[in-house]
């Protein structure tokens, strides 16, 4: 019964708040997925694999505000600010938390590095909308390459080819 109660008043929580109040809700959408695959096809992310990289050996760096590079700090439970998933295909992908940590004009413009390997890096440029109360990033480049459009309904998860 105890369980009912709960169930009842956390519906009617939900149902009380006006979709129109400025400060109803609060969406953040703010991550990058990335899947890497050889010429071959093949998962690059792929513990498993000898030719993988290994996620125990990269890293995420960022740039800062004045332009230099930063070494990444955590901001969140993940593990440097980046995590292993699989996909719904069974795809091994890399989701990557961008450094979020300067406004301008509502939109955080922000820079990270993944070192995919001790030789191997690549530039993520991410540009995010802020509101009072979301968080949702609206485009993204990668190595300089336009790879997510919010506005054209692109898939937040892209492949790249290694």
């Known amino acids: 019964m105890k369980a009912l109660y709960i169930l009842v008043l956390s519906f009617t929580f939900l149902l009380s708040c006006d979709r129109n109040e400025p400060n109803c809700c609060t969406i953040i959408d703010a991550v990058i997925d990335i899947q890497y695959k050889d010429v071959l096809g093949r998962d690059l992310l792929d513990q498993s694999k000898p030719y993988a990289y290994q996620f125990s050996a990269m890293e995420h760096y960022y740039i800062d505000s004045l332009g230099v590079v930063q070494e990444g700090f955590h901001q969140s439970e993940h593990e440097k600010e980046m995590s292993l ?47 009072s109360n979301s968080q ?17 309904g692109d898939s937040r998860l892209f492949v790249i080819t290694k």
């Open 85 to 131: 998933y699989f996909d719904i295909d069974s795809v091994n992908t890399l989701r990557v938390f961008p450094y979020r940590y300067y406004y301008k004009n509502g939109t955080m413009v922000l820079t990270d590095i993944i070192q995919l390997y001790e030789l191997d890096s690549d530039t993520i440029v991410s540009e995010i909308v802020l509101t």
């Open 136 to 152: 949702i990033t609206k485009k993204v480049w990668y190595n300089g390459v336009l790879k997510y459009n919010y506005d054209t």
